[in-house]
């Protein structure tokens, strides 16, 4: 029987390699882009923005296989990777982050919160824009639900390694720009929703889908994305920064992300248990 301490220790032990290597292929990846060191407000184009996130994947893949094979003595795929009738989690989670930006956005119009001003249509804009976000996904994923949540759960009642887990994944995201409490609250809430299926599942691909569509559906509607601008599909001008709208954070720090996120936590949750409940009585 394996000791439920290791599973918070191996969270603790993994933490300072992986900023370390992780920080060292970013460094690495901002080179080969040619980010400029020298420039405080240097603003990174699509393509530096892609390359770099690209070796941050690379890292954080490194880091945890390593740590995979030989701290946890797991085979990789066993993260949360089995594909076996996992495409319609994919697909749903895709559906769930569309759903979610498209109501918000015609919500936060009608309300007049936001304003229309135009529509960019850049297809390289567009297919950079679904590789850095999927390459966001599966690092974020990979690390915090398919290590950090994952070892978690050896140590604690799963849905307090949840909590544990989002606090972290909140906390990554403390400095990003025009984050406040508020918005770090909703990134609480962001990581129960990515996790909740995995603590029953311990499959990664309904996390990944929804996180990859999360943050593309919101970039393509005009919002920023946890503060940080990219391009966009549609633009839009905010009169006034509110929590109605999410100002400069972009939506995922506005009051319909929270009521949006709670009831699909809650439907989600309910869908497993009841799920779980059905095969125990099998």
């Given at each position: 029987?394996?000791?439920?301490?290791?599973?918070?220790?191996?969270?603790?032990?993994?933490?300072?390699p992986y900023i370390f290597i992780g920080g060292l292929f970013q460094f690495i990846g901002a080179l080969i882009a040619g980010a400029d060191f020298t420039n405080v407000d240097f603003q990174k184009t699509s393509e530096?923005?892609?390359?770099?996130?690209?070796?941050?994947?690379?890292?954080?893949?490194?880091?945890?296989?390593?740590?995979?094979?030989?701290?946890?003595?797991?085979k990789f795929i066993n993260l949360g990777f089995q594909l076996k009738n996992r495409g319609v989690d994919f697909g749903a989670g895709i559906v769930l982050g569309a759903v979610i930006m498209i109501l918000g956005y015609?919500?936060?119009?009608?309300?007049?919160?936001?304003?229309?001003?135009?529509?960019?249509?850049?297809?390289?804009?567009?297919?950079?824009?679904?590789?850095?976000?999927?390459?966001?996904?599966?690092?974020?994923?990979?690390?915090?639900?398919?290590?950090?949540?994952?070892?978690?759960?050896?140590?604690?009642?799963?849905?307090?390694?949840?909590?544990?887990?989002?606090?972290?994944?909140?906390?990554?995201?403390?400095?990003?720009?025009?984050?406040?409490?508020?918005?770090?609250?909703?990134?609480?809430?962001?990581?129960?929703?990515?996790?909740?299926?995995?603590?029953?599942?311990?499959?990664?691909?309904?996390?990944?889908?929804?996180?990859?569509?999360?943050?593309?559906?919101?970039?393509?509607?005009?919002?920023?994305?946890?503060?940080?601008?990219?391009?966009?599909?549609?633009?839009?001008?905010?009169?006034?920064?509110?929590?109605?709208?999410?100002?400069?954070?972009?939506?995922?720090?506005?009051?319909?992300?929270?009521?949006?996120?709670?009831?699909?936590?809650?439907?989600?949750?309910?869908?497993?248990?009841?799920?779980?409940?059905?095969?125990?009585?099998?």
């Open positions: 029987m394996e000791n439920k301490n290791r599973g918070w220790q191996r969270v603790l032990l993994i933490i300072l530096q923005q892609v390359i770099m996130s690209f070796f941050s994947l690379l890292g954080t893949f490194i880091v945890i296989w390593f740590f995979s094979k030989y701290l946890d003595k797991e015609v919500l936060l119009l009608n309300l007049g919160e936001i304003t229309y001003t135009k529509t960019i249509i850049d297809f390289k804009e567009i297919l950079l824009s679904i590789v850095l976000f999927t390459c966001v996904a599966f690092a974020e994923e990979l690390l915090l639900r398919g290590y950090v949540l994952r070892n978690l759960m050896v140590s604690f009642n799963k849905y307090l390694a949840l909590i544990i887990s989002s606090i972290i994944f909140a906390l990554m995201h403390g400095f990003n720009p025009n984050i406040d409490l508020f918005s770090m609250t909703t990134i609480f809430l962001a990581g129960i929703l990515l996790g909740i299926s995995y603590i029953h599942t311990k499959n990664l691909w309904f996390p990944i889908a929804l996180h990859l569509s999360w943050n593309l559906f919101q970039t393509l509607f005009g919002f920023n994305v946890s503060g940080q601008d990219s391009y966009s599909l549609i633009e839009f001008s905010i009169t006034k920064n509110t929590l109605l709208n999410g100002g400069a954070f972009g939506f995922e720090g506005s009051i319909l992300s929270v009521i949006t996120m709670i009831i699909s936590i809650v439907g989600i949750g309910f869908y497993y248990e009841r799920k779980n409940t059905k095969r125990n009585m099998i």
